[in-house]
Each structure stands twice: as C-alpha cells, then as structure tokens.
C-alpha cells in the first residue's frame, strides 16, 4: 500500500511534490499535462479527477502535482491519500514512455551522462525531471517535466546553468534549447 510520507514545497508556486514510501517506477518517469494525456496511465488519469490538477509527473518515489490557483492543496493531498491507499502497482504501464534517442554519438553518451547522473537528480529534488528531445549540430533540445514544467527559475536559470554543466564536462560549443 503506498502513502504519502513527505510534502515538499518546490520553486514552482502551483507544485508540489508528494514523496512516498515505496518506488512506483524504477528507471522511467511519466508526465502528462491533460486529462487525455493520462487516459492509458491508471494513476495518472486518477489523479487529474481530482479538482483543479493540471499536470502530473512521477518517478521513482515522487509523484509532483500542478494545480491551478484556485485549487486547494489540502484537498488535492486527501485526494491523492485516498487514490494511493487502494492503488495496485502493477497497474501502471510496464512499458517506457520515453523514446530512446537513436544518437549513439561518443559525445551524446557523455551528454547522456552528465544529464542522468548531475542534472536529473537536482531536478527531481525539486519535483521535477527532463527529457531530452534531440542533439543535432551541437544543440541539445531539452523538455521540462513536473514542478519544471511551468516554472519560470527553470525556463531561465536552470537552462543556462546545464548549458554550462555541458560546455565545462563535455564540450565549450553545446547550446542547450527548452522545446
């Protein structure tokens, strides 16, 4: 049975991030921004039947909400509890969403590594994630997940700070691109 163990606050103003007491995916994370995203995901499309929910993110042991700013996160969070409390894991999708990118460059596999092991876990400390949508011509476009997703520190500042991450731990000509 999962529940939720941990509530944190993320740079997002409209997000939070739910922390729970076991892993719900090991490797992959989901994000859907609509209702009619989450149709073939049974969390997911729980989740967004709760009132004012925008967008849902999970991996691992986080799952981040977005609400609007009307919503209330007290009811978001006891809708959650209740969903979570009865929720079957075996019911989430066993296969990865996300679509391996066919660039098997040397630096794209330094690109690659840099991403999952430096920049994925700072974001998921703050709810959020990234997906990397394609590297042509030293440009690596990037999507935003979760608390990311909308946030404007993120849109900014964290796009700069990996630019410079990959220009100093792989190569000075990277430009990085939100898509």
């Given at each position: ?34 209702a009619e995203e989450s149709k073939n995901d049974p969390l997911a499309s729980q989740i967004f039947e ?53 660039n098997e460059t040397e630096i794209f596999k330094q690109i690659t590594e840099v991403i999952n092991t ?62």
């Amino acid at each position: 049975m999962f529940r939720i163990e941990d509530v944190d606050l993320t740079p997002n103003p409209q997000a939070l991030k739910f922390v729970l007491n076991e892993r719900l995916l090991k490797y992959d994370a989901r994000q859907f921004n609509s209702a009619e995203e989450s149709k073939n995901d049974p969390l997911a499309s729980q989740i967004f039947e709760i009132w004012g929910v925008v967008s849902v993110f999970y991996t691992g042991r986080i799952i981040t909400i977005e609400k609007t700013p009307e919503a209330d996160w007290e009811e978001i969070r006891k809708g959650l509890s209740a969903i979570l409390t009865n929720f079957d894991k075996s019911q989430i999708p066993s296969e990865k969403i996300s679509k391996p990118l066919q660039n098997e460059t040397e630096i794209f596999k330094q690109i690659t590594e840099v991403i999952n092991t430096r920049v994925k876990p700072a974001l998921e400390r703050d709810g959020g994630g990234l997906e990397i949508i394609e590297f042509k011509n030293n440009v690596l476009k990037i999507r935003y997940q979760g608390a990311c997703g909308s946030c404007p520190s993120a849109i900014r500042g964290t796009l700069v700070a990996i630019e410079n991450l990959l220009r100093k731990d792989v190569n000075p000509d990277i430009v990085v691109i939100s898509a």
